[in-house]
T-cell receptor, first 110, second 115 residues
Framework: QQPVQSPQAVILREGEDAVINCSSS?????VHWYRQKHGEAPVFLMI?????EQKGHDKISASFNEKKQQSSLYLTASQLSYSGTYFC???????????FGPGTSLSVIP | GAVVSQHPSRVICKSGTSVKIECRSL??????MFWYRQFPKQSLMLMAT?????????EQGVEKDKFLINHASLTLSTLTVTSAHPEDSSFYIC???????????FGQGTRLTVV
């Protein structure tokens, strides 16, 4: 079952922050986050495995609330290079297929 | 990190012909490969799962006879789009599951255009 993402689209000015949410109606083993630029393959951002886990690198971080089956991706002090479509992907078990959400289009403008 | 090499990156074919897309795991053995399709401005939709040495598992609504998947070895999985039609034009991408705590490794994707 496809996870739900919100918002569908967001426009930011450079330096602003954004939060992208992902939720599932099923229990999850992991949540993946990817960014895809137009015409390119998705690029891995991070994977979260444990309930309440938080991860981050640079100014992009994410949290995973296992009990609520929700994950959020946090982008702080956005840069132009952050523009793209962000997908969350969920696994119900280890080594399982990753089911992707519908995506969130993020546009960062000067 | 692990690399999945996908070829070709772009292909244009005539309606009615078949096209083969290859995904190779370059520095690891991929016993499983996931095949996704992505239409413009849409998400990646799982088509099928290939497993080395056994038949592929197809998602609901995906025609097995049209999208032939072969997992010939631990490093090669192929998707053949048979009797392609313009509506098959899409971005096809493969992915191998990572280690227990790791990412899924994607190929570069194949842009198929059927004319």
């Amino acid at each position: 079952q496809q996870p739900v993402q919100s918002p569908q689209a967001v426009i930011l000015r450079e330096g602003e922050d954004a939060v992208i949410n992902c939720s599932s109606s099923k229990a999850l083993y992991s949540v993946h986050w990817y960014r895809q630029k137009h015409g390119e393959a998705p690029v891995f951002l991070m994977i979260l495995l444990k309930g309440g886990e938080q991860k981050g690198h640079d100014k992009i971080s994410a949290s995973f609330n296992e009990k609520k089956q929700q994950s959020s991706l946090y982008l702080t002090a956005s840069q132009l290079s952050y523009s793209g479509t962000y997908f969350c992907g969920t696994e119900r078990t280890s080594y399982d297929k990753v089911i992707f959400g519908p995506g969130t289009s993020l546009s960062v403008i000067p | 990190g692990a690399v999945v090499s996908q070829h070709p990156s772009r292909v244009i074919c005539k309606s009615g012909t078949s096209v083969k897309i290859e995904c190779r795991s370059l520095d690891f053995q991929a016993t499983t490969m996931f095949w996704y399709r992505q239409f413009p401005k849409q998400s990646l939709m799982l088509m099928a799962t290939s497993n080395e040495g056994s038949k592929a598992t197809y998602e609901q609504g995906v025609e097995k006879d049209k999208f032939l998947i072969n997992h010939a070895s631990l490093t090669l999985s192929t998707l053949t789009v048979t009797s392609a039609h313009p509506e098959d034009s899409s971005f096809y991408i493969c992915s191998a599951p990572g280690d227990r705590d790791g990412e899924a490794f994607f190929g570069q994707g194949t842009r198929l255009t059927v004319v």
